[in-house]
T-cell receptor, first 116, second 114 residues
Framework: EAGVTQFPSHSVIEKGQTVTLRCDPI?????LYWYRRVMGKEIKFLLH????????ESGMPNNRFLAERTGGTYSTLKVQPAELEDSGVYFC??????????????FGPGTRLTVT | AQSVTQLGSHVSVSEGALVLLRCNYS??????LFWYVQYPNQGLQLLLK??????LVKGINGFEAEFKKSETSFHLTKPSAHMSDAAEYFC????????????FGSGTQLTVLP
């Protein structure tokens, strides 16, 4: 079974540019999460999809961040325009959601974003 | 609101020595508790979790953790460190009854010395 994959693994962009991160969850996982770790700090929750619907986006920092999950499969996280403080590692995770019972979240390797 | 504190951003132990990584949480009700490990260039991997029942939880790779409600702690231990245990370890909590939104500690980098 393939794990959670994320693309790209690294991205270096200039302030003001746009970047789109992609996450492919494990096949069959309805739950998809985005987290972010800013350098030296804790990993923080950004948002949660159940299939294609945003269940919880309370962790999204501002309206420069837009997450989508069309068709309930892969997800994208777009940052536009990027600011210096957006630098960090963006993790995606997925899990089963059967009968309201939540299962283990499986994490991808992350995308390291550097904004210069 | 929930929070997690991991004491010691860096811990060094000798190979064969006891590993003890500390985690304390703050929550109005007992949450679900997790330990994750991240090896270089890999995603976070679940080591173990506590939801309900027995407070001593055994995980993969010989690790275990004990939920102590009175101390609001969930420390991770391993009797004998191996070189392959060198990694970053994260303690996390989620609301009781849900394994959804995780709140993480700041992580502890474990170094194993030969």
């Amino acid at each position: 079974e393939a794990g959670v994959t994320q693309f790209p693994s690294h991205s270096v962009i200039e302030k003001g540019q746009t970047v789109t991160l992609r996450c492919d969850p494990i096949s069959g996982h309805d739950n998809l999460y985005w987290y972010r770790r800013v350098m030296g700090k804790e990993i923080k929750f950004l948002l949660h999809f159940v299939k294609e619907s945003k269940q919880d986006e309370s962790g999204m920092p501002n309206n420069r961040f837009l997450a989508e999950r069309t068709g309930g499969t892969y997800s994208t996280l777009k940052v536009q325009p990027a600011e210096l403080e957006d630098s960090g590692v963006y993790f995606c995770a997925s899990s089963h959601d059967l009968g309201g019972i939540d299962y283990e979240q499986y994490f991808g390797p992350g995308t390291r974003l550097t904004v210069t | 609101a929930q929070s997690v504190t991991q004491l010691g951003s860096h811990v060094s132990v000798s190979e064969g020595a006891l590993v003890l990584l500390r985690c304390n949480y703050s929550s109005s009700v007992p949450p679900y508790l997790f330990w994750y490990v991240q090896y270089p260039n890999q995603g976070l991997q679940l080591l173990l979790k506590y939801t309900t029942g027995a407070t001593l939880v055994k995980g993969i790779n010989g690790f275990e953790a004990e939920f102590k409600k009175s101390e609001t702690s969930f420390h991770l231990t391993k009797p004998s460190a191996h070189m392959s245990d060198a990694a970053e370890y994260f303690c996390a909590v989620s609301p009781s009854g849900s394994a959804r939104q995780l709140t993480f500690g700041s992580g502890t980098q474990l170094t194993v010395l030969p």
